[in-house]
C-alpha cells in the first residue's frame, strides 16, 4: 500500500510538474508573439514618422509652384499634423491612410507642373518619397503578419486557455481606408 501510495504521489508531481512546463512554454511562447506584434509596429511607426518628416520638404517645394493648390497643401499639412498627435495604433493608421490618399492627390496636381517635375529637389523628395511608401507598405505587411500568427495562437487550444487566463487580448490588423481603393481625382 505504501508502495501504491509513493508512486501515486510520484505520477501526480510529475503530473503537475508537465501541466507547469506546458503551461510556462505557452506563455513564453504567445508573450514572444505579442512582443514580435510590438516590434512590427514599431517599424510600421518608423517608417511612417520617414512619411511624416518628408511632408514639409515636399509641400515647400510643391507651394512655389502650385499657390492655387493651397487647400490641398493645408490638408496635407493637417493630416501630418493628426498623425503626429495620434496616441493610439488605430488612430495612426486611420490617419496614415488618410495621409496617403492626400499625398497621391498631390501626386496627381503636380502633373500639371511641368516646371515642377522638373525640379531636382522635387524630384529627390518624390524618389524618397516613393521609396518610403514601398517601406510602409513592407513594415504593414510584416506587422499584418505578427498579427495573425499572434492572432492564431491565443484562439489555439491549448494556448487560448493560456492566453485568456493571462489576459492576452487578440490585436487589430493595419487595415487600408476604405476610401484608398479609388482613385485620386483632382479637378482644375
Not at 493645408?74 to 490617419?95: D, F, Y
Amino acid at each position: 500500500m505504501n508502495k501504491g501510495c509513493m508512486l501515486a504521489g510520484l505520477a501526480a508531481v510529475i503530473g503537475v510538474v508537465v501541466l507547469a512546463l506546458t503551461w510556462m512554454g505557452l506563455y513564453n511562447g504567445i508573450v514572444t508573439q505579442d512582443e514580435a506584434v510590438n516590434k512590427a509596429w514599431g517599424n510600421v511607426e518608423s517608417v511612417l514618422q520617414r512619411r511624416f518628416d518628408l511632408i514639409p520638404n515636399l509641400v515647400n517645394t510643391v507651394k512655389g509652384y502650385a499657390e492655387h493648390e493651397k487647400g490641398l497643401l493645408e490638408e496635407v499639412t493637417r493630416l501630418r499634423s493628426q498623425w503626429g498627435e495620434a496616441q493610439t495604433p488605430a488612430a495612426k493608421a486611420g490617419v496614415a491612410s488618410l495621409l496617403e490618399g492626400a499625398l497621391g492627390r498631390l501626386m496627381v496636381v503636380v502633373e500639371s507642373y511641368p516646371e515642377l517635375k522638373a525640379n531636382q529637389n522635387f524630384i529627390a523628395l518624390q524618389d524618397e518619397l516613393a521609396g518610403t511608401e514601398n517601406r510602409i507598405n513592407v513594415e504593414r505587411q510584416r506587422y499584418n503578419n505578427a498579427v495573425q500568427d499572434y492572432n492564431t495562437t491565443i484562439r489555439r487550444m491549448p494556448a487560448a486557455l493560456v492566453a485568456r487566463l493571462a489576459n492576452f487580448t487578440p490585436r487589430s490588423s493595419f487595415e487600408a481606408d476604405k476610401d484608398a481603393a479609388t482613385a485620386p481625382s483632382v479637378q482644375f
